[in-house]
């Protein structure tokens, strides 16, 4: 897991790497985070720690979102996600296999996590944020909601998001200036 916070003028102000240190910068924002080791092929309904997760948020509802790349669903999919949302209940996700990107508002700028097989991100209700799997996208993830409706976006109408996607980041066209100090 990594996460690079911005100004609003999108200036990167600090950049995690690893769990440990991203977990602890979330949680200073107020956005939960960790990691849970699952393997692809499990049966996540048999699964100790989903279950301590399941329980802790008061999880109701989850779902699993596969793309692999060529998916033909995915540009529309993908467009949908970018727009900026909030849900009416917490969403819970968990990475499977392969990475995502979710940017996340704060009074002040953004967030942009980088997730990858193993870790979760819990974004409160309420919260603006976006979900990036980039241009080819391959992941897999199980989506939990506290709600019994599942994923349902109440868009906020903000504009087309402003920090960098998943391609641009991973392509390392995004970095932490050197006066700020990097989160170990």
Do not use: K
């Amino acid at each position: 897991m990594q996460v690079w916070q911005f100004d609003e003028d999108g200036v990167v102000t600090q950049h995690a790497r690893g769990t440990a240190a991203s977990v602890a910068l979330l949680a200073r924002l107020g956005v939960d985070a960790g990691r849970v080791e699952i393997e692809p092929d499990a049966d996540s309904g048999h699964h100790a720690a989903l279950d301590a997760l399941r329980r802790h948020y008061g999880i109701v509802h989850e779902d699993r979102v596969t793309v692999r790349p060529g998916d033909p669903a995915w540009p529309a999919q993908r467009t949908r996600f970018l727009e900026e949302h909030t849900h009416a209940d917490l969403e819970l996700r968990v990475f499977v296999n392969g990475r995502g990107l979710f940017h996340v508002r704060l009074p002040a700028g953004g967030l942009a996590v980088l997730c990858s097989a193993g870790d979760w991100i819990a974004v409160p209700a309420g919260l603006a944020h976006r979900f990036d799997g980039g241009r080819l996208a391959d992941f897999e993830a199980l989506r939990f909601f506290s709600r019994a409706q599942g994923w349902e976006a109440l868009p906020t109408g903000a504009g087309a998001p402003t920090l960098p996607l998943l391609d641009e980041l991973l392509a390392g066209r995004v970095t932490a200036p050197r006066a700020v100090a990097r989160l170990a």
